[in-house]
């Protein structure tokens, strides 16, 4: 008899729809009116239950705000989010704790995100405290098994942040993220603060952690070599806007956004009789307070012609769930 089960698509955990956040500026002079600056402006994506997905770009592309919306740390402008096919973008984060159980963030400065006056093990217990969940010594069970699932030895128990290196703090930051066991967790920017070596055994435990728990990350970065290890699909950000989102390998191997292209070609290859075009861009980033016309890469963009000033492209969909937002996707 032949198989006729199907595997079930996993659970999207986590939606946002056009999404938008503004923050108000400076005035530029005395009587003028407030600037805008569109740190977000339209991000759509979904995340599916156990999946890794990579937001990337140059520093201030707003990946790092779309999170902090996410997690209602920020409220959204305009657009909604949904957390298992319910709005939470009116939520007041306040008044919604179960939410936090739920969704947790991994920030970039583990020392910034440890408090310095309290010792490691207080602090992983302290979700469970916040939570009432079990008795004090059931939490610090749970705490003592975090550390050792982290890789730890038991006497970092007792010790304080400062006394821990930065691999260890970041380990403590994950342990007391997941202990909770949340569906959705925001890496912003989790091992830039690392040396490279610590940064594979994060990104590896983060994977084991994965299988383990079936969580889903979002896994916001600047560095595409780590991306690639640890996501399954990658979206990319310019100035606010994902231009491009695919399946790891796809992108990888058939990047068709400009900017994506550039980003790729600079990431470096382990082997050296690879030879490989670097694409260099000219010019900053402009500002997002007064974004350029059309789209919104065409000041920097190598294939530019001249309609990519005037008219903003659509977002265009090819195989795979391969989208980009741009006029001549694949060309040059
Ligand atoms: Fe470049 Fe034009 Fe495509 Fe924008 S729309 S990325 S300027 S080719």
Same mark, same amino acid.
């Given at each position: 008899?032949?198989?006729?089960?199907?595997?079930?698509?996993?659970?999207?955990?986590?939606?946002?729809?056009?999404?938008?956040?503004?923050?108000?500026?400076?005035?530029?002079?005395?009587?003028?009116?407030?600037?805008?600056?569109?740190?977000?402006?339209?991000?759509?994506?979904?995340?599916?239950?156990?999946?890794?997905?990579?937001?990337?770009?140059?520093?201030?592309?707003?990946?790092?705000?779309?999170?902090?919306?996410?997690?209602?740390?920020?409220?959204?402008?305009?657009?909604?989010?949904?957390?298992?096919?319910?709005?939470?973008?009116?939520?007041?984060?306040?008044?919604?704790?179960?939410?936090?159980?739920?969704?947790?963030?991994?920030?970039?400065?583990?020392?910034? #995100? $440890?408090?310095?006056?309290?010792? %490691?093990? @207080?602090?992983?217990?302290?979700?469970?405290? =916040?939570?009432?969940? *079990?008795?004090?010594?059931?939490?610090?069970?749970?705490?003592?098994?975090?550390?050792?699932?982290?890789?730890?030895?038991?006497?970092?128990?007792?010790?304080?942040?400062?006394?821990?290196?930065?691999?260890?703090?970041?380990?403590?930051?994950?342990?007391?993220?997941?202990?909770?066991?949340?569906?959705?967790?925001?890496?912003?920017?989790?091992?830039?603060?690392?040396?490279?070596?610590?940064?594979?055994?994060?990104?590896?435990?983060?994977?084991?952690?994965?299988?383990?728990?079936?969580?889903?990350?979002?896994?916001?970065?600047?560095?595409?070599?780590?991306?690639?290890?640890?996501?399954?699909?990658?979206?990319?950000?310019?100035?606010?806007?994902?231009?491009?989102?695919?399946?790891?390998?796809?992108?990888?191997?058939?990047?068709?956004?400009?900017?994506?292209? #550039? $980003?790729?070609?600079?990431?470096? %290859?382990? @082997?050296?009789?690879?030879?490989?075009?670097? =694409?260099?861009?000219? *010019?900053?980033?402009?500002?997002?307070?007064?974004?350029?016309?059309?789209?919104?890469?065409?000041?920097?963009?190598?294939?530019?012609?001249?309609?990519?000033?005037?008219?903003?492209?659509?977002?265009?969909?090819?195989?795979?769930?391969?989208?980009?937002?741009?006029?001549?996707?694949?060309?040059?």
């Amino acid at each position: 008899m032949g198989n006729t089960l199907k595997a079930t698509p996993a659970e999207v955990v986590l939606e946002t729809r056009d999404l938008v956040r503004h923050f108000q500026g400076k005035r530029r002079h005395f009587l003028g009116r407030k600037t805008t600056i569109r740190a977000v402006d339209g991000v759509s994506f979904t995340l599916h239950q156990g999946e890794t997905l990579g937001l990337v770009g140059e520093s201030g592309c707003g990946k790092s705000t779309v999170g902090k919306v996410i997690l209602n740390i920020l409220q959204p402008t305009s657009g909604r989010v949904f957390y298992r096919g319910r709005d939470i973008s009116a939520l007041k984060a306040a008044a919604e704790p179960s939410l936090h159980r739920e969704m947790q963030m991994i920030f970039q400065d583990p020392l910034g #995100a $440890l408090d310095p006056r309290m010792r %490691v093990g @207080d602090q992983i217990c302290e979700p469970h405290a =916040i939570f009432r969940i *079990g008795t004090e010594k059931d939490r610090k069970q749970a705490a003592c098994e975090m550390l050792d699932l982290m890789g730890l030895k038991a006497h970092i128990y007792t010790r304080y942040p400062h006394e821990l290196s930065g691999g260890q703090q970041q380990r403590v930051v994950i342990a007391r993220a997941l202990i909770l066991r949340p569906k959705v967790v925001v890496c912003d920017e989790p091992i830039s603060a690392l040396d490279v070596s610590i940064k594979a055994q994060v990104i590896n435990l983060l994977s084991k952690l994965q299988d383990m728990l079936g969580v889903a990350y979002l896994f916001i970065s600047h560095d595409l070599s780590a991306v690639r290890h640890i996501c399954s699909r990658i979206a990319v950000m310019y100035l606010g806007q994902v231009v491009e989102m695919a399946e790891r390998t796809d992108l990888f191997s058939t990047p068709l956004h400009p900017y994506s292209k #550039a $980003l790729i070609s600079a990431v470096p %290859v382990p @082997d050296p009789s690879v030879r490989r075009n670097r =694409i260099i861009l000219t *010019g900053e980033p402009p500002s997002p307070i007064d974004p350029p016309s059309g789209c919104r890469f065409h000041t920097r963009c190598p294939i530019a012609q001249p309609v990519c000033s005037e008219v903003v492209p659509s977002l265009r969909t090819f195989g795979n769930g391969h989208t980009v937002l741009c006029h001549f996707p694949g060309e040059a």
